[in-house]
Structures are given as C-alpha cells and as structure tokens.
C-alpha cells in the first residue's frame, strides 16, 4: 500500500513538472524577443545616384564652365575663324541647354540638331579635337575632377559623327 502511495506521489510531481517548467508559456519579453527576431527590420531605401548634372554642381556651374570655354575658343587660332560670325551669347545659351539636358538636367535642348547647325562648316578631325581641349582647360580651371571630365566629353564625343565632314 506504501508502495502504491509512493508511486501515486512520483507520477503526480513529474505530471506538476512537466506542466510548470517545461509547458512554461513564454513571457512577454520571451514573445518581444522571438518578434524582433521573426520580423526583418526594413532598410532604408538606397539614395538616388546623382546626375553627372549634379556631380558638376547644376547650372550655375555648367554656365561657368560654358562662359571659360568660349573665352578659351575665341582665344584657339586653331578654330576661331569658324566662329567668326557667331552669335555668342546664344552659342552660350545654346550650350548650356545641351550640356544640362545631356548630363540629366531639368532642361531642354532648344537649339538645332548637331547636323543642321554644323552644316557645310566642314569642320575636321583635328578642329573637333581643339575644341574638345579646349572644354577640357575651362574644365580644369574649375577643377572639375577626372571621372566628371572623362563622363561629360564622353557624352558630347558620341555628336562628333554630325559635326565632322558635314
Ligand atoms: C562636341 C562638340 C560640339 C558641340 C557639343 C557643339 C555644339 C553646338 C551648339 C549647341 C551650337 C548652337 C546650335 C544652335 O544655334 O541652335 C553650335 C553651333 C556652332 N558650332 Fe558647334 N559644337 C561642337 C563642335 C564644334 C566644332 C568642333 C566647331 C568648329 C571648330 C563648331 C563650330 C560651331 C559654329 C561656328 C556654330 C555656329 C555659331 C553661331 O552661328 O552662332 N562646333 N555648336
């Protein structure tokens, strides 16, 4: 009869156990733990990367640059016959539009096509690349850094086709 009261006793304290330590319910701070872990924080969307536009610091230093690099033509006896008769400050504002739009600025070009403008000027190989250097001096001057330079001749090089030869 002990026997039998023993062992009464035994399974009572092990079903107790189970259902205190074992079965134990998490606590809230159990559950807060398990949450941040479950759920993925969100990360912060990426910045936009910035426009060459942007990289050369907007319009106000486009038109600084486009203002040294006519100064720099105008002084080129390479080129400077060809703009003997040109209408500079719209030459100017001409260049600045194009420059802005094609380095991804809220501008539009409102000057003729490449083609049009250079018609039977019969510009070459070696006066197209005079004027590129001299792009590249007002450049410097402004120390535009390398990578900038290199993105925005880039750009204007791939004109060269509709300005050469016409
Ligand atoms: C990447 C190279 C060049 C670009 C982006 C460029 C761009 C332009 C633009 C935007 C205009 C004004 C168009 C308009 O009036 O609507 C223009 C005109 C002109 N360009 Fe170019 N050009 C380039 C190369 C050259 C070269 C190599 C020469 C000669 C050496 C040249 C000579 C002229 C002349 C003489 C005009 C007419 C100016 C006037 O009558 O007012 N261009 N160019």
Redesign the pocket.
């Known amino acids: 009869m002990k026997l039998r009261a023993l062992f009464l006793s035994v399974c009572t304290l092990a079903i107790v156990f189970t259902l205190t330590s074992c079965g134990k319910k998490d606590t809230a701070g159990d559950m807060m733990k398990k949450d941040t872990a479950m759920v993925a924080p969100t990360p912060a969307p990426a910045p936009a990367p910035k426009t060459l536009y942007e990289r050369l610091g907007g319009g106000g230093a486009i038109k600084l640059v486009v203002d040294t690099f006519v100064t720099h033509?105008a002084g080129d006896k390479?080129?400077n016959k060809?703009?003997a008769?040109?209408?500079?400050p719209?030459?100017k504002q001409?260049?600045v539009?194009?420059?802005s739009a094609?380095t991804g600025g809220p501008v539009k070009?409102?000057?003729?096509d490449?083609k049009?403008?250079?018609h039977g000027?019969k510009?070459g190989d070696k006066?197209?690349?005079?004027?590129?250097e001299d792009?590249q001096k007002a450049l410097n001057d402004y120390k535009v850094p390398e990578p900038e330079q290199k993105e925005l001749?880039g750009a204007?090089?791939g004109?060269?086709g509709d300005?050469?030869g016409q």
Not at 85 to 88: D, F, G, I
Not at 127 to 132: E, K, N, Y
């Open positions: 033509v390479r080129i060809f703009f008769h040109a209408n500079v719209h030459l001409m260049l539009e194009q420059i094609a070009y409102t000057g003729k490449m049009t403008a250079h000027m510009i006066d197209f690349g005079a004027l590129v792009l001749i204007l090089g004109m060269k300005i050469v």
